[in-house]
């Protein structure tokens, strides 16, 4: 049983590039969320897909867009880079109707120079 | 929007103690509550939760307790190992269509 897998796992931008990030869910879930996770802080929540629609959105400016694809599997994307957006991104993913239980990737850790 | 609060923000403790960790939530309608656990590098680990119809679970050395009226659960580690050491946080949430919202964590040292 496959569990939540991210890529790439590192990565190091300049400001003003864009930049995607992909998430497979686990094997069997339906929705994936999107958390940013600054050094030392909690996870905050980006936004949450679900039947290839945005269901939930945080406050994230419109650089952070998303999709996600009939196999359930979701990207990140960040528009207009800024140091500021240096974190590790975390997907989640969990099944619709079924709970609110919420299993984490590995992240992606982002670095914009 | 609901809000979480985690205290404290670093505790130390002795191998073979107990270690406490509370949170408060502000959002009456949240009915989930989850812990998870992150090692250095790692990914946040699911290791409890309780839904709101429980008031209490236990999983071995760890346990979660929650009340609702005072809109606060804790978590609850016996006999702690080194391999305890990791930052935890915890996280409360509505229903599966909203997004879980993290408290800050707390980095839990166990001193050998």
């Known amino acids: 049983d496959a569990g939540v897998t991210q890529s790439p796992t590192h990565l190091i931008k300049t400001r003003g590039q864009q930049v995607t990030l992909r998430c497979s869910p686990k094997s069997g879930h339906d929705t994936v969320s999107w958390y940013q996770q600054a050094l030392g802080q909690g996870p905050q929540f980006i936004f949450q897909?679900?039947?290839?629609?945005?269901?939930q959105r945080g406050n994230f400016p419109d650089r952070f867009s998303g999709h996600q694809f009939p196999n359930y599997s979701s990207e990140l994307n960040v528009n207009a880079l800024l140091l500021g957006d240096s974190a590790l991104y975390l997907c989640?993913?969990?099944?619709?109707?079924?709970?609110?239980?919420?299993?984490f990737g590995p992240g992606t850790r982002l670095l914009v120079l | 929007g609901e809000n979480v609060e985690q205290h404290p923000s670093t505790l130390s403790v002795q191998e073979g103690d107990s270690a406490v960790i509370k949170c408060t939530y502000s959002?009456?309608?949240?009915?989930?509550f989850p812990w998870y656990k992150q090692e250095l590098g790692k990914r946040p680990q699911l290791i409890i939760d309780i839904r709101s119809n429980v008031g209490e679970k236990k999983d071995q050395r760890i346990a979660v307790t929650l009340n609702k009226t005072a809109k606060h659960f804790s978590l609850h580690i016996t006999e702690t190992q080194p391999e305890d050491s990791a930052v935890y946080f915890c996280a409360a949430i509505q229903s599966g269509n909203t997004p879980l919202v993290f408290g800050k964590g707390t980095r839990l040292s166990v001193i050998a």
């Open positions: 959002d009456s309608a949240s009915n989930y």
């Open positions: 989640a993913s969990s099944l619709a109707g079924a709970g609110e239980t919420q299993y």
């Open positions: 897909y679900y039947e290839e629609e945005e269901r």
